[in-house]
């Protein structure tokens, strides 16, 4: 009988597209069993590649555009409009404009890094004549909680003598007034929706300075100083805005864009794949499915909290599919995984290396990882067929 293989993965971060790791998974499982049926389903999170997913989804639209870049630097970027939509629906990604990847290794400092040209790229998508927006939150390389998003629109954010913050969250200890008078007016006519991590918060033990800062080139003592900047930006928007976003569901989605989208765009915060999921059909082909294979950069304690792997096992596991996940890296506490549906994972590493060595050789070792995980596969058919 045809082995039906479901390959269901994230992309890995600074390395591959979604689109390309299922690529390599299924090479790597067709040199093993070269009879097998691929279906692939590259997933995206609200992070690199949700535009273009979206886009390709819906038989949609992209289209280009010259942003600031995290680091203040002119790039080039993204946003799309969705097909088949009867209200003019713009899509882009955080990740275009504010992106990890497009901060330098050199030039790591959240304490400085901003989401200006998110605020651009929603300024196009308003001059392009959209009617509701369709905003993803993921892979950020900024901790300013949206502020220099908010800035791009007109949103003044004054310190006590009433001079605007310069860009940054660093910057955000200064705040002392929010001015929303010169706020663009077309924001008013507008739906903003936003895909983002729901776990994530803004403020407190476990909010995003403390939990991702040090992935964006925080130091122990840079954490702290993001984190009272976060504390104070959030005590003026609930004195100026009414609004208490400390510890909100998704307030600290992409170093805390989601906070700024929800209080100065009056966005709607939704858990990321029940956006992403209306528009990719994954419940379908696991029906068609004998097994699932997924991927991500790394698998760990942090993987429940609402990464692909997990989403894809707990949605296959409705249909009793057995669940493989690939990763980069194995993590702290990574067997908590086997609580949420996944099976079994392996790495893709062969032995040790540096991340630079890894990264460029992603392809290589995804390859090879997914034809190691395969031949198991082949040792357990033949021991079932043994022991019949």
Same mark, same amino acid.
């Given at each position: 009988?045809?082995?039906?293989?479901?390959?269901?993965?994230?992309?890995?971060?600074?390395?591959?597209?979604?689109?390309?790791?299922?690529?390599?998974?299924?090479?790597?499982?067709?040199?093993?069993?070269?009879?097998?049926?691929?279906?692939?389903?590259?997933?995206?999170?609200?992070?690199?590649?949700?535009?273009?997913?979206?886009?390709?989804?819906?038989?949609?639209?992209?289209?280009?555009?010259?942003?600031?870049?995290?680091?203040?630097?002119?790039?080039?970027?993204?946003?799309?409009?969705?097909?088949?939509?009867?209200?003019?629906?713009?899509?882009?990604?955080?990740?275009?404009?504010?992106?990890?990847?497009?901060?330098?290794?050199?030039?790591?400092? #959240?304490? +400085?890094?901003?989401?200006?040209?998110?605020? $651009?790229?929603?300024? *196009? @998508? =308003? %001059?392009?004549? &959209?009617?509701? /927006?369709?905003?993803?939150?993921?892979?950020?390389?900024?901790?300013?909680?949206?502020?220099?998003?908010?800035?791009?629109?007109?949103?003044?954010?004054?310190?006590?003598?009433?001079?605007?913050?310069?860009?940054?969250?660093?910057?955000?200890?200064?705040?002392?007034?929010?001015?929303?008078?010169?706020?663009?007016?077309?924001?008013?006519?507008?739906?903003?929706?936003?895909?983002?991590?729901?776990?994530?918060?803004?403020?407190?033990?476990?909010?995003?300075?403390?939990?991702?800062? #040090?992935? +964006?080139?925080?130091?122990?003592?840079?954490? $702290?100083?993001?984190? *009272? @900047? =976060? %504390?104070?930006? &959030?005590?003026? /928007?609930?004195?100026?805005?009414?609004?208490?976003?400390?510890?909100?569901?998704?307030?600290?989605?992409?170093?805390?864009?989601?906070?700024?989208?929800?209080?100065?765009?009056?966005?709607?915060?939704?858990?990321?794949?029940?956006?992403?999921?209306?528009?990719?059909?994954?419940?379908?082909?696991?029906?068609?499915?004998?097994?699932?294979?997924?991927?991500?950069?790394?698998?760990?304690?942090?993987?429940?909290?609402?990464?692909?792997?997990?989403?894809?096992?707990?949605?296959?596991?409705?249909?009793?599919?057995?669940?493989?996940?690939?990763?980069?890296?194995?993590?702290?506490?990574?067997?908590?995984?086997?609580?949420?549906?996944?099976?079994?994972?392996?790495?893709?590493?062969?032995?040790?290396?540096?991340?630079?060595?890894?990264?460029?050789?992603?392809?290589?070792?995804?390859?090879?990882?997914?034809?190691?995980?395969?031949?198991?596969?082949?040792?357990?058919?033949?021991?079932?067929?043994?022991?019949?």
């Amino acid at each position: 009988m045809t082995l039906r293989v479901l390959i269901a993965p994230s992309g890995f971060k600074e390395s591959l597209a979604a689109d390309e790791v299922a690529d390599c998974i299924a090479t790597g499982v067709l040199r093993t069993i070269p009879d097998a049926k691929i279906r692939k389903a590259p997933l995206v999170d609200g992070g690199e590649g949700f535009t273009k997913a979206l886009v390709a989804a819906t038989g949609g639209s992209l289209h280009s555009v010259r942003v600031t870049g995290p680091v203040g630097q002119l790039i080039e970027s993204h946003y799309g409009f969705l097909g088949g939509t009867d209200v003019k629906t713009a899509v882009l990604e955080m990740a275009a404009a504010a992106g990890l990847r497009l901060v330098p290794r050199d030039a790591r400092d #959240p304490l +400085k890094t901003t989401t200006y040209g998110v605020g $651009e790229l929603i300024k *196009a @998508a =308003l %001059d392009a004549g &959209a009617e509701q /927006i369709l905003v993803g939150c993921g892979d950020s390389g900024t901790n300013d909680g949206g502020a220099g998003m908010a800035q791009a629109l007109g949103i003044r954010l004054l310190d006590a003598t009433g001079n605007e913050l310069e860009r940054g969250g660093g910057e955000l200890i200064k705040l002392h007034t929010i001015d929303m008078s010169q706020r663009d007016s077309r924001l008013e006519q507008v739906k903003i929706d936003v895909a983002c991590n729901w776990h994530n918060l803004l403020c407190g033990e476990k909010g995003v300075a403390r939990v991702f800062g #040090p992935q +964006k080139g925080a130091s122990p003592e840079t954490v $702290e100083q993001l984190a *009272a @900047a =976060l %504390d104070r930006y &959030a005590d003026v /928007i609930e004195q100026e805005l009414g609004i208490d976003v400390r510890e909100m569901p998704g307030s600290g989605a992409s170093g805390g864009l989601g906070t700024g989208l929800y209080a100065f765009l009056d966005a709607t915060l939704h858990p990321r794949y029940d956006i992403v999921m209306q528009y990719l059909e994954l419940d379908s082909l696991l029906q068609e499915s004998d097994l699932v294979i997924t991927a991500e950069g790394s698998i760990d304690f942090q993987t429940p909290r609402g990464k692909i792997p997990v989403e894809v096992a707990q949605r296959a596991k409705r249909y009793n599919l057995p669940v493989i996940a690939i990763a980069g890296t194995i993590g702290k506490d990574a067997r908590v995984n086997f609580d949420y549906g996944i099976d079994s994972f392996s790495t893709i590493l062969k032995e040790p290396c540096s991340l630079p060595e890894a990264i460029a050789n992603t392809p290589e070792l995804l390859t090879y990882a997914a034809e190691r995980v395969m031949r198991l596969i082949k040792v357990g058919q033949k021991l079932a067929q043994s022991v019949r």
